[in-house]
């Protein structure tokens, strides 16, 4: 899901100001057309400066080393347990690690209903974008314990 801030108007001619969440740019057009507001310009919203500082440090704590580690438990988690149960899991052991506000995310997005590759996007710079590709790949084949491993093994030969 992607945020898009907006402004418009009401019937009543009172400006509206805000935020939402939608899938797509015609989503969210539609959601405020249905809400009654008169679109006067909408866009995604970009991510802070800031978050984005935030986000390159984090990935820079945690390093390849954690992203294949990570993608090494999950995908031998995904052989006996379902994506949930194996993300709840990587997210109670990393309790005071760096990563434990991320998985919480993680396990929060999947809970919420979204994909895991969705999920993953949300922390696209520490993940990668080819490894969110990968992932959305393996959800859609149904083989998302190989791609991990397949993750995983490429991280570690890096």
Not at 86 to 111: F, M, P, Q
Not at 123 to 134: C, K, L, N, T, W
């Amino acid at each position: 899901m992607t945020k898009f801030k907006y402004k418009g108007y009401d019937a009543n001619s009172v400006a509206q100001v805000g935020t939402l969440e939608a899938e797509s740019y015609a989503e969210a057009y539609a959601v405020l057309q249905y809400q009654g507001v008169k679109v006067v310009s909408l866009a995604p919203e970009r991510a802070s400066v800031v978050k984005l500082l935030a986000d390159y440090s984090t990935r820079l704590q945690l390093g390849a080393r954690w992203r294949s580690v990570f993608f090494r438990e999950l995908s031998v988690m995904l052989g006996v347990m379902t994506l949930h149960e194996s993300l709840l899991t990587l997210a109670r052991a990393a309790a005071g690690h760096v990563s434990e506000k991320i998985l919480a995310d993680l396990v929060e997005t999947v809970e919420g209903g979204e994909t895991f590759s969705a999920a993953l996007r949300r922390y696209e710079i520490i993940f990668g974008a080819d490894s969110i590709q990968s992932i959305e790949v393996g959800e859609a084949s149904g083989r998302l314990q190989e791609v991990t491993a397949s993750l995983a093994t490429q991280l570690e030969r890096n």
